[in-house]
Nanobody
Framework: QVQLVESGGGLVQPGGSLRLSCAAS????????MRWYRQAPGKERERVAA????????SYADSVKGRFTISRDNAKNTVYLQMDNLKPEDTDVYYC?????????WGQGTQVTVSA
């Protein structure tokens, strides 16, 4: 059974940091590119960051470039999103996504709220 389980969300003040984790199971994690998306009610889902299957290539949305860092540990089947200098506009539900030519899986999401 394929599972992607996000954790690490919560309430943080502007300028603070959070580290999201996404633990994968039920598929060959190292063969999948991993992505983080975010979405607020009534808004389109935005891709925040992506990392290649072996972790050699990462990309970021302009809105988070220089503040967020995506990484992965294929030995632990886990992808991370380090979020620094958080802003109120980063408030969203964050989802991890595993994608390859043979599969496309999503987690259930974790809420991130940035507020004073």
């Amino acid at each position: 059974q394929v599972q992607l389980v996000e954790s690490g969300g919560g309430l943080v003040q502007p300028g603070g940091s959070l580290r999201l984790s996404c633990a994968a199971s039920g598929f060959t994690f190292s063969r999948y590119a991993m992505r983080w998306y975010r979405q607020a009610p009534g808004k389109e889902r935005e891709r925040v960051a992506a990392i290649s299957s072996i972790g050699g290539t990462a990309s970021y949305a302009d809105s988070v470039k220089g503040r967020f860092t995506i990484s992965r540990d294929n030995a632990k089947n886990t992808v991370y999103l380090q979020m620094d200098n958080l802003k109120p506009e980063d408030t969203d539900v964050y989802y991890c996504n595993a994608v390859s030519r043979i599969g496309d899986y999503w987690g259930q999401g974790t809420q991130v709220t940035v507020s004073a």
